[in-house]
C-alpha cells in the first residue's frame, strides 16, 4: 500500500474534484464498503490466493452496483502447472505463505462467476511473457530472486513494459 500511494504522487492533480485516489487493506470476504457501492471491480490476480474464492466472488457481487462490471484475472492453467512442476514440495511454489492455493480451469472460474449472475464478455491474454519469468523463477526456485538468468528477463519485462516495443 505504501509503494502504491508513493507511485501514484506522480498522477495526483489535487485540484482536480473529478480525480480522487484512496487505498484500504481488508479481507476479501468482508470488504469495508456497503452494498451497491461500486460500477466497476477489477480483482487483478487475487482469487488464486484465496481459500474461499467463492466467498469472495459474493463479497464483490454484493458491493457491485446492478449492471456493474466485474472483471477478474488469474493465471492460465497450463502454465501455472509447469510453475508447480519445478518448484514442488515442502517450501516450493504452491506452498508460500500468501501463495497461490488452486489452479483455476477457466470454465469452472466462469461458471462460478456467471452463477452469481454476470455474464461473459471475453478474455485476453495479457501476461504472456510473465510466464518464461516465474517459469525460471520456479526452476532456480533457491536462488529466484538473484539467479542471473531471472534477473536479465527481469529486465526484459521491464524493457518491454516501459517501452513497449513494436515487436
Not at 489535487?14 to 464498503?33: E, H, R
Not at 501463495?99 to 455474464?119: A, C, M, N, Q, T
Not at 491474454?125 to 538473484?146: G, I, Q, V
Request: neutral net charge; hydrophobic residues 35%; aromatic residues 14%.
Amino acid at each position: 500500500l505504501k509503494i502504491t500511494r508513493e507511485r501514484f504522487e506522480h498522477f495526483a492533480e489535487p485540484d482536480n474534484d473529478a480525480k480522487s485516489f484512496g487505498l484500504s487493506s481488508a479481507s476479501a470476504l468482508n470488504l469495508p464498503f456497503a452494498d451497491n457501492t461500486f460500477d466497476k471491480v477489477i480483482c487483478s490476480e487475487v482469487l488464486e490466493h484465496i481459500p474461499d474464492y467463492r466467498g469472495a466472488l459474493r463479497e464483490i457481487e454484493r458491493v457491485l452496483k446492478p449492471g456493474g462490471r466485474f472483471v477478474p484475472t488469474v493465471p492460465r492453467a497450463w502454465p501455472e502447472r509447469i510453475c508447480w512442476a519445478l518448484a514442488p514440495g515442502k517450501d516450493g511454489y504452491a506452498d508460500q505463505p500468501g501463495g497461490h492455493v488452486r489452479i483455476f480451469h477457466e470454465p469452472d472460474l466462469r461458471k462460478s462467476i456467471s452463477d452469481l449472475g454476470f455474464s461473459y464478455r471475453g478474455k485476453h491474454y495479457a501476461n504472456e511473457l510473465h510466464s518464461p519469468y516465474w517459469w525460471l523463477k520456479c526452476a532456480f526456485w533457491e536462488r529466484r530472486d538473484d539467479h542471473p538468468l531471472v534477473k536479465l528477463y527481469h529486465r526484459f519485462l521491464v524493457w518491454d513494459l516501459m517501452d513497449r516495443p513494436a515487436l
